[in-house]
């Protein structure tokens, strides 16, 4: 028999639709369940393509008398952390406030007031490793609330007490400078690994705004040491077993300091963050590797991504069904030498085997190897890699394939859009910006609705019923202002200004400080903030970037001070932990260049327009149109005339402009092109 999860839109709520466990989806009604009752609530959050959610799931919420304790003692809810952030966020401070470390799935014990009291992340069916057993975590949290109750209720006030005293100031630092993006740079080289490209040891994540923050400082400042970091890091993850050697798109992170072992989920964001990486890698240096792997992942995402209504789904599944009916991590992309003989022959075999580091030892589990790039094939016999590739891809498109996550994000697919919109107007493939302007039509038509609020998620072209969170204005708006610039179509730049609206009244506190979640969203234990960028832009950064943008494109001096008012915060993180707050420093750059104002009277895609996106300045914003109406669409074009008929560009900053030009390569020598 279904639980009450049937009824949600979210497809990881709906994989636990027919546990046999009771649950609940968040809601008020939950709550007063466990109040009515008089029992706490078990509060268990995951998501789709998470492996070791679908283990728990497996052992402890698919067992019959697990769920009939649980049933009998708790009132279990489940969150999607990615459609609930908010949720997500404020249990897993106090997670990692308690425990020192967090992870999903996470499982707090909270009272009829949604006050935590006890918390754990993955619990075994069994104990092991000094790890208790999740039955006997329930018999233990049942005994302290039956026999200890004052205690629980005295520990949970406290913890509640504890997470509301860290509300953040936003710009008392002032504003980051020279001498902080400077440190941050030298903080960065320490923890450089010089051998493998990235940072820090292992598990290996991509540092995709991390490598913006180089390629915008080496654009600003003409630092080789940055551009070097970030060219060596995106080489080797390109060349190793996280990068899909035969489909393009990367997986979530490295198990190793060397790229050879993935995590083989997939997710939108790093493949939409990671395409853009590439592809401003390639207008900084011209790298033909870097030019491939923006391409192959942008035509990953819109091959397996792409949902019927034009957005792009979350996530594919590290796992899924390999050749013996076992359900595995990674059997979908692994391969073993008999393998590779089987659908290449003896000599292809051999050659394939050598080139992408498949041995009879194996670099994974029971002897096959991930697919990285170890021999110099390509560039003696581009012809026969190609071939090989093609016929691995066919064979592999047989193989049972992992399960996707079809729910659409707005953040993420603000971060595709732009990633999109941005590599088909370098290479000339008018086909991304048109899959980029379906994802932004959806986004408009299905999760802004009618009044221009965000709503965070939907599936089957149907709103979800959570509100958007900061980073969802913050990252659709980034996307709208990108495709504005490459499309000349000013009802983008619109959109993105009815976004930053919002975020300027329901978002933003005293002294610069912004808060991930409106002023008139459900009130949680604590109001969410979080300025660090991990897995993706901070909603912080996010929303400073999109308004700093803004406010060059339109002259708005509230959205300008509300970005300088948020990037108080990079000052006072980007010199002790660059790491973790890369985007917040590429927007730093974006500030201490201007950022400039590129208007381009003339048409649109034409040379002046195509070399004002190519140009490598910082946050550089581009308006480009002819015509009459131009200017009502982009303010930066009003009032700017051609120069003796020809298509003319008018590069500004802080509104003081150049003497204008109708030549490229001086167009081009003005942006760092």
């Known amino acids: 028999m279904a639980n009450r999860l049937a009824q949600t839109?979210?497809?990881?709520?709906?994989?636990?639709?027919?546990?046999?466990?009771?649950?609940w989806p968040w809601s008020p009604e939950a709550f007063e369940e466990a109040r009515r009752r008089g029992v706490p609530v078990l509060l268990s959050v995951g998501y789709a393509s998470c492996h070791w959610c679908h283990v728990m799931a497996h052992e402890s919420f698919e067992d019959a008398t697990v769920a009939e304790y649980l049933n009998a003692h708790f009132v279990p809810v489940k969150v999607d952390r990615e459609e609930r952030p908010d949720v997500d966020a404020v249990y897993m401070e106090a997670v990692q406030a308690a425990t020192g470390q967090g992870g999903w799935p996470m499982t707090v014990f909270l009272t009829a007031d949604a006050e935590p009291f006890y918390f754990g992340t993955y619990f075994p069916p069994e104990s092991r490793h000094g790890m208790p057993s999740f039955q006997q975590v329930l018999e233990g949290v049942v005994a302290a609330w039956t026999d200890r109750r004052d205690e629980v209720a005295e520990v949970a006030g406290r913890i509640v007490r504890d997470l509301a005293g860290r509300s953040l100031a936003g710009g008392g630092?002032?504003?980051?400078?020279?001498?902080?993006l400077a440190q941050a740079l030298l903080r960065l080289t320490r923890d450089y690994d010089e051998k493998h490209g990235g940072f820090g040891g292992a598990p290996k994540f991509p540092p995709s705004m991390v490598i913006e923050f180089l390629l915008r400082h080496h654009a600003r400042t003409g630092a080789e040491g940055a551009l070097q970091m970030a060219a060596d890091s995106?080489?080797?993850?390109?060349?190793?077993?996280?990068?899909?050697?035969l489909g393009g798109g990367f997986a979530r992170y490295s198990v190793d300091r060397e790229w050879v072992v993935p995590h083989f989920e997939k997710m939108l964001y790093d493949n939409a963050l990671l395409c853009r990486v590439y592809a401003h890698l390639w207008r900084a240096t011209g790298s033909d590797l870097a030019r491939r792997v923006a391409l192959e992942t942008a035509d990953f995402m819109v091959r397996e991504l792409r949902t019927a209504e034009g957005g792009f789904?979350?996530?594919?599944?590290?796992?899924?069904?390999?050749?013996?009916?076992?359900?595995?991590?990674?059997?979908?992309?692994?391969?073993?030498?008999?393998?590779?003989?089987?659908?290449?022959?003896e000599e292809d075999g051999a050659f394939a085997a050598g080139h992408f580091g498949v041995t009879e030892e194996g670099t994974f589990e029971e002897g096959s190897s991930v697919l990285r790039l170890v021999g110099a094939g390509e560039?003696?016999?581009?012809?026969?890699?190609a071939d090989v590739r093609a016929r691995l891809l066919a064979a592999r498109e047989l193989r049972a394939r992992p399960e996707r996550d079809d729910k659409i994000v707005a953040a993420w697919n603000g971060l595709a859009i732009a990633a999109l919109a941005e590599t088909g107007a370098y290479f000339d493939r008018p086909d991304l910006v048109e899959r980029a302007t379906e994802a932004a039509d959806l986004l408009v038509r299905v999760h802004m609705g009618d009044v221009a609020r965000l709503c965070r998620t939907s599936k089957?072209?149907?709103?979800?019923?959570?509100?958007?969170?900061?980073?969802?204005?913050?990252?659709?708006?980034?996307?709208?202002?990108?495709?504005?610039?490459?499309?000349?179509?000013?009802?983008?730049?619109?959109?993105?200004?009815?976004?930053?609206?919002?975020?300027?009244?329901?978002?933003?506190?005293?002294?610069?400080?912004?808060?991930?979640?409106?002023?008139?969203?459900?009130r949680l234990i604590r109001r969410p903030q979080d300025p660090t960028d991990s897995a993706t832009p901070a909603g912080w950064t996010a929303a400073a970037g999109a308004l700093l943008s803004y406010?060059?494109?339109t002259g708005s001096e509230a959205h300008r001070t509300a970005a300088e008012g948020a990037l108080g915060i990079v000052t006072a993180l980007g010199p002790k932990a660059p790491r973790f707050i890369g985007w917040g420093l590429a927007v730093a750059e974006a500030l201490l260049d201007g950022p400039r104002e590129v208007a381009v009277a003339g048409p649109v895609a034409g040379e002046l327009h195509r070399t004002a996106l190519l140009g490598r300045a910082p946050g550089a914003v581009v308006a480009a149109g002819e015509g009459p109406n131009a200017g009502s669409e982009f303010p930066l074009l009003v009032d700017r005339p051609l120069v003796g008929g020809a298509p003319t560009a008018y590069v500004c900053?802080?509104?003081?402009?150049d003497a204008p030009t109708t030549d490229a390569g001086e167009l081009a020598a003005k942006l760092g092109g």
């Open 379 to 385: 560039a003696e016999e581009p012809a026969r890699v």
């Open 313 to 345: 789904a979350s996530a594919l599944d590290a796992d899924s069904e390999d050749a013996r009916g076992r359900h595995v991590e990674g059997a979908f992309y692994v391969w073993t030498p008999a393998q590779l003989r089987e659908v290449l022959g």
């Open 460 to 522: 089957d072209g149907r709103a979800g019923d959570n509100s958007g969170v900061l980073e969802d204005y913050g990252d659709v708006a980034e996307g709208f202002l990108a495709l504005a610039s490459v499309t000349g179509e000013g009802a983008w730049l619109e959109f993105a200004g009815f976004l930053l609206d919002i975020v300027l009244e329901r978002f933003t506190g005293e002294g610069g400080q912004l808060f991930d979640t409106a002023d008139d969203a459900e």
């Open 173 to 180: 630092a002032g504003l980051p400078g020279e001498a902080e």
């Open 234 to 245: 995106c080489a080797a993850m390109a060349r190793g077993g996280i990068y899909d050697q």
């Open 551 to 553: 406010a060059a494109h």
């Open 653 to 657: 900053r802080h509104f003081v402009c």
């Open 9 to 23: 839109t979210s497809p990881y709520l709906l994989q636990h639709a027919d546990n046999p466990v009771d649950w």
